[in-house]
């Protein structure tokens, strides 16, 4: 009976291991379609924020310069905490890391929606309707009820809640950053200690194409978020007088980050479940015979306090930028992640001022036609260098090539484009304000275009004089009559005049998604490149350099820097309360070369730096011709690692040891 008890109780404490190995959190397999979701999520979160960026801008007054901020403020807490996820990444139970960082990153996207909720209704200027007898847009000798509106609106923007919307907004993009740190990762060598050697690439491919493809998410829900009216939950859908094609609307930017928030918080739930440590996929059907099959390799960064880390991290950093390959090939790419920063966070402003087209369709152009593109280039590449088989030389004479061609279907982007429209007293600069309307006592604040039936664009109904208004059955106002300033009918039409050269559009987004199909074909290689030039010992220690120069030399000076440089071309800035806000009109062929006048020259940098890598290479290769296979070293000319050099690697232990 005593036998029989025992192994009773027996059975179920051999059956665990069993069951355990059933489970699906168990599977590296099922942690990889995991953290595709989380990653998916993460970086939707990422490409929401640039998508809304312009209309964040809009709706609470700030300029391009502070606009660009906000987008790269989320690199600073992601800056300075990557540096430890060297250290820990072996040390800590990964998967809570990573869902704990996906928890943060929820309660930031629910931050960055928070300003919407604590901010009353948005309100436009000369907001008019055509059933009341508020007609303070109108031309008229005294404009007591602008004032007063104008007072009343003043009121709320000194609100203290109105104060802290901007640092609520920093604030949201810090936490995103933190959140963001743990993710890619300590994801990436999860599955990189438990995979098979046979999977593993393929599993690392569905992350890296999740990578690509997750921005685009963002950029696709922010088109279709942005087509609903900002005010939506707050106001009767009857209230609603803007279109989208009016400069002054504003869709609602907050809906995408409750949804991205939604499903950060799903996405993360599972990682509260996987182990610690998972058996080795090549060995799961003898986990119970080899338990202890992962912890084969050692590390040594393992033997290190956190103290000596910290001490020997900016020496071996310095040791691998003396590396003329790597310094170059990372400058390189630290080039061209600055203008993808620059681009992601402007372009559709860009397109939506220059070709006169609605936010959310100019966010699908980058949405649905650049980000693919790029992807698809990125994939290519790889295949590409494959196929050859080519050496780190190849890989740099492709990187060159690919730079070379993407400069030639740059440049020409520069002349597409379309002329300022005439507004009457603002451009051109020399244009004088109509005496016809000086007697109208129109505010100095208001802004609500129309476009005169001689083809000249007004500020408003007042500064074209008009004194009368037309409207259809539902009351919305068709027409603008008896404007003085107005020549020809000596009426206007609601709405801006436009650039008028919307059909230049087609050929500018298929020379853009050319630029960005060929550009991207450099990725590939240029990583394989860094890969096959630093020691095997040195590799994570690279590529964490490599990922904070990209930080701190691109992802979060290139934003700021094109929204500086977006500033210097505003012709007219928006007024509230005696204060500056976002920009109403720019001269657009200011803008236009600029803007894309500094892709070029990121472009140049990057090619240059493609070149002397290439250069480099060639001496390289020279020096090595009598001596073609030398100890420790890598074959350039292959491209195959040769024996290495025992004394060469022990030293750089007693450096990481010291």
Sequence with gaps: MGSNDLNRNADPVRSRPSVWHHSPFNSIKFFVFCHSLLQLAQLLVSGYMKSSISTIERRYGLSSQKSGLLAAFNEVGNTVLIVFVS??????????????????????????????????PYEYTDSISASSDNSSGLCQSENLLTTSSSNQSCNLLENPVQQVVYPLLLLGQLLLGIGAVPIQPFGISYIDDYAS????????????????????????????????????????????????????????WWLGFLVASCLLFLTALPYLFFPRNMPKEDD?????????????????????????????????????????????????????????????????????????????????????LCIPLAVLGTVLGGVLMRRLNLS??????????????????????????????????????????????????????????????????????????????ETDDSNKIINYTKCRCVGGLSSASPGTCG?????????????????????????????????????????????????????????????????????????????????????????????????????????????????????????????QEPEPRRKGGYELVKGQKTQENVSSKDNDTKDIKT
């Design 197 to 252: 050697k046979k999977n593993s690439p393929l599993y690392l491919g569905i992350l890296l194409a999740v990578t690509s493809i997750g921005p685009a998410f963002g950029f696709i829900t922010g088109s279709f978020m942005l087509r609903f009216y900002v005010d939506f939950d707050k106001i009767s859908r009857d209230q609603i007088k803007l279109d989208p094609k009016d400069l002054r609307w504003v869709g609602a």
């Design 499 to 623: 650039s008028r050269c919307s059909h230049l559009l087609l050929p500018f987004m298929a020379l853009l998604g050319v630029t960005s199909f060929i550009a991207s074909f450099s990725q590939t290689p240029s990583y394989m490149m860094i890969l096959r030039t630093v020691p095997t010992e040195d590799k994570s220690f690279a590529v964490g350099v490599q990922y904070m120069l990209f930080r701190v030399l691109a992802f979060m000076p290139g934003p700021v820097l094109y929204g500086s440089v977006i500033d210097t071309t505003c012709i007219l800035w928006g007024r509230k309360c005696g204060k500056h806000t976002s920009c109403l009109y720019y001269n657009l062929d200011h803008f236009r070369h600029r803007f894309l006048g500094m892709q070029v020259v990121f472009v140049c940098g990057g090619l240059l730096c493609f070149l002397l890598c290439a250069v480099v290479l060639h001496r390289m290769a020279r020096r």
């Design 392 to 469: 780190v030389r190849g890989a740099s004479r492709l990187c060159s090539v690919a730079i070379l061609l993407c400069l030639v279907s740059a440049t020409p982007l520069l002349l597409i484009g379309c002329p300022t429209q005439k507004v009457s007293g603002i451009f051109p600069p020399g244009s004088d304000v109509l005496s016809c309307s000086s007697d109208c006592g129109c505010p100095p604040e208001a802004f609500n275009p129309v476009c005169g039936s001689d083809g000249v664009e007004f500020r408003s109904p007042c500064h074209a004089g008009c004194i009368t208004i």
């Design 87 to 120: 250290f820990f990444g072996s040390r800590v139970h990964r998967p809570h890391y990573i869902g704990g960082g996906a928890l943060l990153a929820c309660l930031a996207s629910l931050l960055m929606a928070m300003p919407h909720f604590l901010s009353g």
């Design 284 to 368: 799961a059907d003898d986990v119970e015979s080899r338990p202890d099959c992962k912890q084969q390799q050692t590390d040594p960064v393992r033997e290190l306090s956190l103290f000596q880390f910290l001490k020997s991290f900016p020496r071996i950093a310095l040791r691998t930028l003396r590396s003329p390959i790597y310094l170059l090939v990372v400058l390189a790419q630290v080039n061209l992640a600055a203008l993808l920063a620059g681009l992601a966070t402007f372009m559709a402003k860009f397109i939506e001022r220059q070709f006169s087209q609605t936010v959310s369709f100019s966010i699908m152009m980058i949405g649905g």
